[in-house]
């Protein structure tokens, strides 16, 4: 359904079936939005959450980002990664996590557009 970025991707770890559906329109066509002007693949490593499995992954509880479908985290490292946080920093994107560290395949950026806990904000993991 979204450009760019397969439903297995958008879908709840927990086998839920929650997911696509979920996540956010326009969220979705700002995250499209970033994605052709990186012009490189953001493989997600993880996008919609129901609030069960949020509770199990993240100490944000049962309605942190990932819950409301404005949130993903994109697999990325590297020079990639520079090139994706300048991009996302430009287009306004309020919530931004950085993991950088140990292996280059688990590293990621947390994206998000909500406006909680005075954002705009960038934090490390």
């Known amino acids: 359904m979204y450009d760019f970025f397969p439903a297995h991707e958008l879908a709840c770890k927990c086998g839920c079936g929650r997911g696509e559906a979920d996540m956010d ?3 979705m066509d700002w995250l499209i939005a970033l994605r052709r002007a990186y012009n490189q693949p953001m493989p997600l490593s993880s996008a919609f959450r129901c609030p069960a499995h949020n509770v199990r ?3 944000t509880g049962p309605d942190g ?17 520079y090139e994706l946080l300048s991009l996302a920093l430009v287009m ?10 140990g292996d280059h395949a688990r590293r ?5 557009d909500l406006d909680l806990f005075n954002r705009p904000w960038v934090w490390t993991y």
């Open 25 to 27: 329109a326009v969220f």
């Open 57 to 59: 992954v993240s100490g």
């Open 92 to 101: 306004g994107f309020r919530g931004i996590g950085l993991n950088q560290r």
């Open 108 to 112: 990621f950026i947390h994206l998000d």
């Open 65 to 81: 980002p990932h819950t409301t479908g404005r949130a993903v985290d994109v697999r990325v490292s590297g020079k990639r990664a």
